[in-house]
T-cell receptor, first 113, second 116 residues
Framework: TQLLEQSPQFLSIQEGENLTVYCNSSSVFSSLQWYRQEPGEGPVLLVT?????EVKKLKRLTFQFGDARKDSSLHITAAQPGDTGLYLC?????????????FGAGTRLFVKA | NAGVTQTPKFQVLKTGQSMTLQCAQDMNHEYMSWYRQDPGMGLRLIHY???????DQGEVPNGYNVSRSTTEDFPLRLLSAAPSQTSVYFCATSRTKNRVRNQPQHFGDGTRLSIL
């Protein structure tokens, strides 16, 4: 069974601080996605990483896919209250033609003004 | 732009009752799926469909039925509600059934279901 483990589970920081959250697995994924979910809403895609070692930037957010395609990280520079939310990583299960997506349990981020 | 519409937004049921959660999309997406989200467990796939007339089981299918008679609609049926099915349910779609590159999924805003 493929699993995605996210850490930390919860993070509370002050505005302006930097942070990194992690998504790890013992399995290889063809690609990983990061979503952000706000209370009362569904997850919204932030980025998809597909190549081992790939780094993508989205304004103050930097996403990296591990060389072995088993892990990924999300780094936020100078966090703002608007970054508050649940960050989820997701990967396509390779055992079923990629039709099943596996989600991690998420990192809940709270940025205090 | 409606995107993915889920109804109802909230529902309270008694144990043993049945109900249908509705999901409708106006993007002509081939792939549709249902997830449940529970605290500390992330999103777990219940059922999915790669096109009209085609459905398959996900990670946690027991107690749920689905059908896909049209491209637009993908209802989720609870046959006999149990307290363990208290959760937030999300419907999601992708443009095509080709999931190898993990195409983006578009989520509805969820249905919050409580079973007493």
């Amino acid at each position: 069974t493929q699993l995605l483990e996210q850490s930390p589970q919860f993070l509370s920081i002050q505005e302006g601080e930097n942070l990194t959250v992690y998504c790890n697995s013992s399995s290889v994924f063809s690609s990983l996605q990061w979503y952000r979910q706000e209370p009362g809403e569904g997850p919204v895609l932030l980025v998809t990483v597909v190549t081992g070692g790939e780094v993508k930037k989205l304004k103050r957010l930097t996403f990296q896919f591990g060389d072995a395609r088993k892990d990924s990280s999300l780094h936020i520079t100078a966090a703002q209250p608007g970054d508050t939310g649940l960050y989820l990583c997701a990967g396509a299960s390779g055992n079923t033609g990629g039709f099943k997506t596996i989600f991690g349990a998420g990192t809940r981020l709270f940025v205090k003004a | 732009n409606a995107g993915v519409t889920q109804t109802p937004k909230f529902q309270v049921l008694k144990t043993g009752q049945s109900m249908t959660l509705q999901c409708a999309q106006d993007m002509n997406h081939e792939y549709m799926s249902w997830y449940r989200q529970d605290p500390g467990m992330g999103l777990r796939l219940i059922h999915y469909s790669v096109g009209a007339g085609i459905t398959d089981q996900g990670e946690v299918p027991n107690g749920y039925n689905v059908s896909r008679s049209t491209t637009e609609d993908f209802p989720l049926r609870l046959l006999s509600a149990a307290p363990s099915q208290t959760s937030v349910y999300f419907c999601a779609t992708s443009r095509t059934k080709n999931r190898v590159r993990n195409q983006p999924q578009h989520f509805g805003d969820g249905t919050r279901l409580s079973i007493l």
